[in-house]
DNA sequence: AAAAACTCCGTACGTCGAACGACGAGGAGC
DNA sequence: GCTCCTCGTCGTTCGACGTACGGAGTTTTT
């Protein structure tokens, strides 16, 4: 339990991995899979069922191979979760738009697609950055979006890390309520229902008049949550705080 | 694994437990323990060796009793964690500033803060909000930064959800960093040591020339990573797009 | 004094990741 | 073309986990 971490294996190893360099078998049978066949069926599985399923026997089940076998291709499941986040990172593309407004708001917007197709990729705890080949080109594509309007390349970065830390911590909202959906069974409407009633029983709305203003004209508006809502004003506001940054940087170059 | 979930058990008797209902004992033994004792433990315990030594057995031992004697107080583990979560909101405090925007830097540092006391937080997978008495609390007072600068109610929980996701966002990288030195004995100088030969050597400069040129600039001015660095300047960002969006509102109150 | 309700806990089950070592297939050296 | 060594494959096993079950002991109510 507590354990989907990614990064806690020899790093050099999880890095030829990555790259494919593994040193390969010249003699002894040949092998029945690839590290990318183990890859795209972990993939597939967690896709349909979540982190919860991924385990080694259910992954080498899948593939007709005994649970032992996957060792051979895959020291372990935190070198598995590295591979598989990486292939996930592929899916990212060059961000499109005319400006440059527009082209990092497509890779927050691609960004927070991404985690949707696949939710269980916040719920992994990375130890370190997954420093594989789809990771990087990733994180060039992403900085192209930012390029050549005015930012040093420190300030490149952080503009970067600022839009996705803001995607990473809006979407755990929105792919919590697609896994509860689907695992649980119960819609948020439904929890409601059940803790509505004690709920109002208990809480002092005379304590936190704010909270109990708020939250009602919040609840009332979108049926409880709203994360794809709160995402778009979010986004707003921050490539707001960026353009005045931008705007800054290009009225006064030196500072 | 991958089930530190909070949010699981029936929420009924985990709103109870968190609101201190639960029917009480009339007869039979006393209690050697109470809810909260097993909660404090709970938390000492992985503040000190992180979520998974979150184990029934070893906080049981810790209380010195038998793990089944768990049972008793808390229902099983998705609502032992729910109750560690809320006792933790109790620690923020009231938002301080003049301004309001000194207010709302407030708010976002002391969860900054607080994650970062015990980072473990983001690593719980939390299915359904925690309706506890210190999570309303905590939404009450940080709702009151934003009282009374204009906005609407929609938009001060808007406006608090950016913030706070942001921040959820932004402390993971900060969070991870603690939780690896303190885990892994490994530093992130040690790590990129061993890393860095190996991707020097794969790594494809020509493909890839922004990332590698923002990469090394990055890299060079903060060893590997600065979070607390890429937090003030993506705060400050934050802070600038709400400003923007409260200065319109004050100027053109009916929109 | 008896009954009821509660705390506590020994035992047990099923599931997990992973170690170990036996097996057998097939390329390398002759 | 034969032999040997290398390396995939997998059956078995271990220890740890969450927690279900039911009994023993303790306190309050009747």
Same mark, same amino acid.
């Given at each position: 339990?507590?354990?989907?971490?990614?990064?806690?294996?020899?790093?050099?190893?999880?890095?030829?991995?990555?790259?494919?360099?593994?040193? %390969? *078998?010249?003699? !002894?049978?040949?092998?029945?899979?690839? $590290? +990318? =066949? /183990?890859?795209?069926?972990?993939? @597939? #599985? &967690?896709?349909?069922?979540?982190?919860?399923?991924?385990?080694?026997?259910?992954?080498?089940?899948?593939?007709?191979?005994?649970?032992?076998?996957?060792?051979?291709?895959?020291?372990?499941?935190?070198?598995?979760?590295?591979?598989?986040?990486?292939?996930?990172?592929?899916?990212? %593309? *060059?961000?499109? !738009?005319?400006?440059?407004?527009?082209? $990092? +708001? =497509? /890779?927050?917007?691609?960004?927070? @697609? #991404? &985690?949707?197709?696949?939710?269980?990729?916040?719920?992994?705890?990375?130890?370190?950055?997954?420093?594989?080949?789809?990771?990087?080109?990733?994180?060039?594509?992403?900085?192209?979006?930012?390029?050549?309007?005015?930012?040093?390349?420190?300030?490149?970065?952080?503009?970067?890390?600022?839009?996705?830390?803001?995607?990473?911590?809006?979407?755990?909202? +929105?792919?919590?309520?697609?896994?509860?959906?689907?695992?649980?069974?119960?819609?948020?409407?439904?929890?409601?229902?059940?803790?509505?009633?004690?709920?109002?029983?208990?809480?002092?709305?005379?304590?936190?008049?704010?909270?109990?203003?708020?939250?009602?004209?919040?609840?009332?508006?979108?049926?409880?949550?709203?994360?794809?809502?709160?995402?778009?004003?979010?986004?707003?506001?921050?490539?707001?705080?960026?353009?005045?940054?931008?705007?800054?940087?290009?009225?006064?170059?030196?500072?």
């Amino acid at each position: 339990m507590s354990d989907d971490i990614s990064g806690r294996g020899d790093p050099r190893k999880t890095l030829e991995l990555l790259w494919g360099r593994a040193p %390969r *078998a010249s003699r !002894g049978p040949k092998a029945r899979l690839s $590290v +990318a =066949d /183990v890859v795209k069926a972990a993939i @597939a #599985l &967690v896709d349909a069922e979540g982190l919860a399923a991924l385990t080694t026997r259910r992954v080498a089940e899948d593939l007709g191979v005994s649970p032992m076998s996957l060792y051979t291709y895959v020291p372990g499941k935190p070198e598995l979760i590295d591979l598989m986040l990486d292939a996930l990172m592929g899916e990212i %593309r *060059a961000p499109s !738009g005319a400006t440059w407004r527009e082209r $990092v +708001a =497509d /890779v927050a917007r691609q960004n927070w @697609a #991404l &985690v949707l197709r696949h939710p269980w990729m916040i719920e992994v705890v990375t130890h370190r950055p997954v420093l594989g080949p789809n990771s990087i080109a990733k994180y060039h594509l992403e900085l192209s979006a930012l390029e050549g309007i005015g930012l040093d390349d420190l300030e490149m970065d952080r503009a970067l890390t600022l839009v996705l830390d803001y995607v990473a911590g809006a979407v755990r909202g +929105a792919a919590r309520e697609r896994t509860v959906k689907e695992r649980t069974g119960m819609t948020d409407r439904e929890w409601w229902a059940q803790v509505g009633p004690f709920l109002a029983e208990v809480f002092d709305a005379e304590r936190f008049p704010i909270a109990a203003r708020v939250g009602q004209v919040a609840g009332e508006a979108y049926g409880a949550h709203d994360p794809a809502g709160a995402f778009a004003f979010g986004l707003e506001r921050v490539l707001d705080g960026l353009e005045l940054l931008v705007a800054r940087k290009s009225r006064r170059p030196a500072s």
